[in-house]
């Protein structure tokens, strides 16, 4: 049975849980182990999902793993929130990573989207002449590859366009449960300024001066990332932000991306 390794940024790794949670014909699941891990791991055995957790250098064993085992594995491995300050290092790790799982990975599924256009020639550059396993993005059903986990988690180009048109007037936050978790360390406060006060002053005050006066929180239906409300209205009170609410998340995109792979990967 085949190997689908899974590149996540970790901002979606709720997503990842709801597929895990909803395939039953997986055998095992295996976790990178790195810093980025933590909840994700937790979250797994709150929902009571069997992992086993392996190091980049463990990697090799995964061929005799298979062969002695012929299981259907699923291989998670999620990468730093923070990559997506600078979109050229996040290309660079991502290809990295891709190179160094490629070898033991019957299919490679990228839980990202363009990620300020860096990720859009990434099917192209691991194309079958380069590697031994298919490599793919997620797409909505347009064949579109998604802007970002936003636009992969509202159901594509067209409806993320149609949101942001409705909120143009005025800068606005687009908080799923993981991002109203994630934004200090996505935004890195301290690298304003070293005292939090003064750092979260300066950050309000940059709001003032391009005009961001929302956060939407934007409703997946999942619950795997708790107190989601508190943590917008936190964010919301600290800048004296309005806050909205849009009920245009799900799993679709995810959900057919992951299908579509697995039948490719299966029919080998």
Known sequence: MPIMSIISCKI??????????????????????????????????????????????????????????????????????????????????????????????????????????????????????SLSCPVRILKDKDQRIVDDCIGATVGGVKNYLRILKSVSDAGTYLFTPMYSKGWRELIQLDRLNSDPAKALKLMKKTHEMIGYKRVAKINTGLEYTEYFDASVREFAELFDFEILEFDDGNQEIFEDCYNELKVEIEGK
């Open 12 to 129: 979606m790794q709720d997503e990842i849980i709801w597929i895990l949670e909803n395939d039953s014909s997986i055998d095992e699941i295996l976790v990178v182990e790195n810093e980025n891990v933590r909840d994700f791991v937790e979250k797994l055995d709150k929902v009571n999902l069997q992992y086993k957790m392996l190091s980049l250098e463990e990697i090799p064993s995964l061929p005799e793993m298979e062969s002695e085992c012929k299981k259907y594995t699923v291989l998670i491995h999620l990468m730093e929130l923070g990559l997506h300050r600078s979109p050229k290092e996040l290309k660079i790790k991502v290809y990295e990573t891709i190179g160094i799982l490629a070898p033991f990975s019957s299919g490679i599924l990228l839980f990202y989207g363009l990620c300020g256009n860096v990720l859009g020639d990434v099917e192209k550059n691991f194309g079958v002449n």
